[in-house]
């Protein structure tokens, strides 16, 4: 099913990408974050995805790993849209049939500029990135509201 991804575009461009992730803990909870996210094509099929960096070995990267469903919210005011859907994870732990590993540092930068990031000097990010295990969250989107 095709989701219209247009409104999370224009909340995300007016915050710097800034969202909450809310991810099912497993014990009947929710787990949820505030991270920088944004739209662009999966690095492998193509289609538009919903995508954050996070840190590898966290909670939230071991339920996303494990299957668990995301939902992502954007705000602006008392605009908001929500996302949610199912994710692929791309790390270095992570790896993922048809992505060249060899392509993650410039993954992680896409998903942080997509989120509307900037940085001074990407060796230095890369190595932070490397450093912490970070790993792409692309959220497949399957319903929307808001």
């Known amino acids: ?9 224009q909340l995300s461009s007016t915050e710097t990408g800034l969202c909450v992730v ?3 803990r497993g014990d009947g909870g929710v787990l949820s ?41 954007f705000r602006r005011g008392w605009q908001y849209v929500s996302v949610e859907g199912a994710a692929d994870v791309i790390g ?6 048809g992505f060249d590993a060899e392509r993650l540092p410039q993954l992680l930068r896409d ?4 989120a509307g990031g900037t940085h001074d000097d990407w060796d ?18 399957e319903r929307t509201y808001g």
Do not use: C, Q, S
């Not at 920088?36 to 690095?43: F, I, K, Q």
């Open 1 to 9: 099913m095709a989701v219209d991804l247009d409104r999370i575009e």
């Open 22 to 24: 809310a991810v099912d």
């Open 33 to 73: 974050t505030v991270v920088n996210a944004g739209v662009l094509p999966h690095p492998v099929a193509g289609h538009p995805v919903v995508a954050f960096v996070t840190r590898g070995g966290t909670v939230k990267h071991e339920r996303v790993r494990a299957g668990a469903r995301i939902t992502v919210t």
């Open 92 to 97: 270095p732990d992570d790896p993922f049939d």
């Open 111 to 114: 998903v942080f500029a997509a």
């Open 124 to 141: 230095e990010y890369d190595r932070v990135m490397a450093e912490e295990r970070r790993v792409a969250v692309l959220v497949r989107p």
